[in-house]
């Protein structure tokens, strides 16, 4: 953001960074419509094959929560950042068990620090390039639900006011761990309880399990990592602003199923993140037009990340 003014006037920063409230509370309720409409098809049609296009859409929509989350970070749903919160946290972070200004703080060190010691994500772009046989392995994880369930005892114990990859109650007494965890993920039981009263409502209260949280500890860690990595691993110059972050180029319907509201274009977010989601491909476009991208990270696509990922040699 600093830099912002070296690659666009000011008439176009002007134009980038503000905020359309109707476009920004949409992306929210675009992305509960697909949620609630996999629950629907399920419900109306329950089989496998209605349960399957329920998983890939919902795991999906995990991630699309996740990022409107992040747009409610950077205060860029509504301009009233009190309102903003309210939004990002009910309808976003609080679902899927995590809270706007916790992350906030997080991430806002990444963008201050990307690619130095300081920086809190550091270390998910450090691994690579690795092996396609340990890539293989991670999916596996992901797929069989071990990295969601890593990720959610680690949300759960710190919630418990434990340390997160401890073991046991570290003599902290049950009932006090229940009651923290209970006042810190007070959102996050007020929402699962009624997504799973309204399914139970709906003669389907399998679907919580199925649909909603099958998808949060499978498909999702995949979708997650494969946006990991596409933003930050096997860069070309953690140092250059222009190259410590990438930009991954993929049709409509990939961007659907793994970058959920213009997530892709993370080079354009970390130049201007003041910019809302639905701007970001515009800021491309800018971008491209000053001849700015001609040496920037810009990727063909996530299949070409990918290959550069897994180039280590067995």
């Known amino acids: 953001?600093?830099?912002?003014?070296?690659?666009?006037?000011?008439?176009?920063?002007?134009?980038?960074r503000r905020l359309n409230p109707l476009r920004g509370v949409g992306g929210?309720?675009?992305?509960?419509?697909?949620?609630?409409?996999?629950?629907?098809?399920?419900?109306?049609?329950?089989?496998?094959?209605?349960?399957?296009?329920?998983?890939?859409?919902?795991?999906?929509r995990h991630?699309?929560?996740?990022?409107?989350?992040?747009?409610?970070?950077?205060?860029?749903?509504?301009?009233?950042?009190r309102l903003n919160d309210v939004l990002g946290n009910?309808?976003?972070?609080?679902?899927?068990?995590?809270?706007t200004s916790i992350y906030r703080g997080i991430h806002l060190q990444h963008h201050r620090a990307t690619w130095t010691d300081a920086d809190p994500d550091r270390a998910l772009a450090t691994p690579f390039p690795i092996t396609k046989q340990s890539m293989v392995r991670k999916v596996l994880r992901d797929l069989t639900g071990?990295?969601?369930?890593?990720?959610?005892?680690?949300?759960?114990?710190?919630?418990?006011?434990?340390?997160?990859?401890?073991?046991?109650?570290?003599?902290?007494?049950?009932?006090?761990?229940?009651a923290d965890f209970a006042k810190n993920q007070r959102g996050f039981l007020i929402t699962n309880a009624l997504l799973l009263a309204g399914l139970s409502a709906a003669g389907a209260p399998e679907a919580f399990f199925l649909l909603w949280w099958l998808p949060a500890l499978t498909g999702y860690s995949l979708v997650l990592r494969l946006r990991s990595?596409?933003?930050?691993?096997v860069v070309s110059d953690p140092n250059d602003?222009?190259?410590?972050?990438?930009?991954?180029?993929?049709?409509?319907?990939?961007?659907?199923?793994?970058?959920?509201?213009?997530?892709?274009?993370?080079?354009?977010?970390?130049?201007?993140?003041?910019?809302?989601?639905?701007?970001?491909?515009?800021a491309h476009r800018m971008l491209r037009a000053a001849g700015v991208l001609a040496n920037a990270e810009v990727a063909p696509s996530y299949w070409h990340v990918l290959k550069q990922a897994t180039s280590r040699g067995a």
């Open 241 to 282: 602003e222009l190259r410590q972050t990438r930009t991954t180029l993929a049709p409509f319907w990939l961007r659907f199923l793994i970058a959920p509201h213009h997530v892709n274009y993370h080079l354009e977010h970390h130049l201007f993140m003041f910019v809302p989601h639905y701007r970001l491909p515009r």
């Open 146 to 178: 071990r990295t969601g369930y890593s990720r959610y005892k680690m949300i759960a114990r710190l919630s418990a006011g434990l340390s997160p990859y401890g073991q046991g109650l570290e003599g902290k007494a049950l009932g006090r761990a229940l």
């Open 63 to 81: 991630l699309a929560l996740a990022i409107l989350m992040h747009e409610a970070a950077h205060c860029l749903i509504v301009r009233s950042k």
């Open 229 to 233: 990595i596409a933003e930050h691993a």
């Open 1 to 16: 953001m600093s830099s912002a003014r070296q690659y666009l006037s000011t008439e176009q920063i002007a134009e980038l």
């Open 28 to 60: 929210i309720v675009w992305t509960w419509l697909w949620i609630l409409a996999s629950f629907a098809l399920y419900i109306a049609r329950p089989s496998l094959l209605t349960f399957a296009i329920g998983w890939i859409i919902v795991s999906s």
């Open 90 to 99: 009910w309808l976003a972070a609080y679902p899927i068990m995590v809270e």
